[in-house]
């Protein structure tokens, strides 16, 4: 579950003009935003440069596409509707693999069953991991890159002034306590002595600040920051969906955690599209630190070896099987990769994610399955 911030920093807002450009300059406190008039100045520890954008007004494709806008990917179209664009901040395209996520951990549990009830439950869970803790963590997301958005995609709504910074803090706030109470709702719900269920989505909503949120940044860090990204999306979902309906047990934290690593490449994939911004805020992101050419061959090693690895693990619990079906779910996506991502990942990002991803989450199913017997 892509979660939620524990705290939001503290904001002041005056009367600010949409019209005003965007600018960013040096502080010594850890995040301190003010509002007037004429200028917005945000400071942050994590730079000493002065970064200055004037984003357009609308978007620099006139034709762009109102599914790709309400999904919140590239090539969409420029809104004015303000529902429209809180749901674009939420980018509706990262929910499923939150909601997958569920559902193996659901799986994984050994103890669901196809009842009303039973449904119900992890239809609420899914709502909590997907549009309130994704949605959250998307729209905190962008509101601290809102300056590299102003150099890669200055026409995105907080850049181009399309949603005010006080609709957008609303917005943090209310997706962060959704998400939260649906979480504490479900523990009750569950039956839990212990509120396991709501300390995942706490512990998740801190993640996803210091992935996002100076001082600590994670994102800062290709590293960190892709393996913290990978967690998020695979292992928490997961490991809310088993307690939601049995047991969490050690040996699957550590298995959801090796699968992170396939996360982490996963969110590789996505840096390559934001190079000179990152470089620009000084981000080191794997492409940044260590070139394009090694980066695409770091993403594909961890989405490959991290699964070859899984499937040699169900073969040594005794589950041939499992192991097989895993196996031949791997080789549809390194077919994808050489057709398409080692090409060019940043022409190609949204075909090979939509080819290869769908064998990687049906890998994710059947080591669920597997777990569960």
Known sequence: ??????????IKLSNFSNNNPLRSSQISSPFCLSLSRRRLVVRATETDKEVKAQAPDTAPAAGGSSINQILGIKGAKQETDKWKIRVQLTKPVTWPPLVWGVVCGAAASGNFHWTPEDVAKSVVCMLMSG???TGYTQTINDWYDREIDAINEPYRPIPSGAISEQEVINQIWVLLLGG???????????????PTIFYLALGGSLLSYIYSAPPLKLKQNGWI????????????PWWAGQALFGTLTPDIIVL?????????????????????GDRAMGLQSLPVAFGSEAAKWICVGAIDITQISVAGYLLGAGKPYYALALLGLIAPQVFFQFKYFLKDPVKYDVKYQA???????????VTALATSH
């Open 131 to 133: 549009p309130f803790l």
């Open 1 to 10: 579950m892509a979660s939620l911030l524990n705290s939001v920093p503290s």
């Open 225 to 236: 920051g892709n393996f913290a990204l990978g967690a998020s999306y695979i292992s928490l």
């Open 355 to 365: 080819s290869a991803q769908p064998f990687l989450i049906l890998g994710l199913l």
């Open 256 to 276: 959801t955690l090796l699968y992170s690593v396939a996360g982490l490449g996963i969110a590789i994939v996505n840096d390559f599209k934001s190079i000179e």
């Open 180 to 194: 939260l109470g649906l979480a504490g709702i479900l523990d009750v719900w569950a039956g839990h002595n212990f």
